[in-house]
């Protein structure tokens, strides 16, 4: 079956402007997971959605990122005035149920902030 | 506060020599322990994970990883790798809703 997809795969934008990346799920996860992964280093948590709630915003750096998961499916990172550092590949992942379940990964989309 | 530290960034190995990844957390509960690989131009996608139970996990494409709770460390292992393997390795530790990575192995076979 299809599996996490990310849109766009690619995004330039300017410092100050806002960005949003979109996230589709697999069909039927209900525990859908921001990741953002800088160069040489592993993927850092920023949310994570258990349906349409977001059970775990803890990672989000500051209050110019927000994320929704209006449906309980589909979920939107929004970045407000964009910075060069967060200039990063911002990775989805969803799992069946959450918890410990396997986590499946998008393949990313990465922002360059100029 | 959980982390995970990887202590090889960079490994080079030939086509069949043994592999050995280390990977060390520093959490005390109970944790959820995984190992994800990313193949160049592929996403991120698991190689094998510990729960509980037998300390000694198998995984895919013949990985196999070992919990040692003494010394808080889950470390990857291959007898015999391929150029196939050329990748990146994460290991992480899940606890709580939130997944921990660590930075990263990057690892290259030479034919």
Known sequence: GAGVSQTPSNKVTEKGKYVELRCDPISGHTALYWYRQSLGQGPEFLIYFQGTGAADDSGLPNDRFFAVRPEGSVSTLKIQRTERGDSAVYLCASSSVGGSDTQYFGPGTRLTVL | ?111
Do not use: M
């Open chain 2, 1 to 111: 506060a959980q982390s995970v530290s990887q202590h090889n960034h960079h490994v080079i190995l030939s086509e069949a020599a043994s592999l050995e990844l280390g990977c060390n957390y520093s959490y005390g509960g109970t944790v959820n322990l995984f190992w994800y690989v990313q193949y160049p131009g592929q996403h991120l996608q698991l190689l094998l994970k510990y729960f509980s139970g037998d300390p000694l996990v198998k995984g895919i494409k013949g990985f196999e990883a070992e919990f040692i709770k003494s010394k808080f460390s889950f470390n990857l292992r291959k007898p015999s790798v391929q150029w196939s393997d050329t990748a990146e390795y994460f290991c992480a530790v899940y606890n709580a809703g939130k997944s921990t990575f660590g930075d990263g192995t990057t690892l290259t076979v030479k034919p």
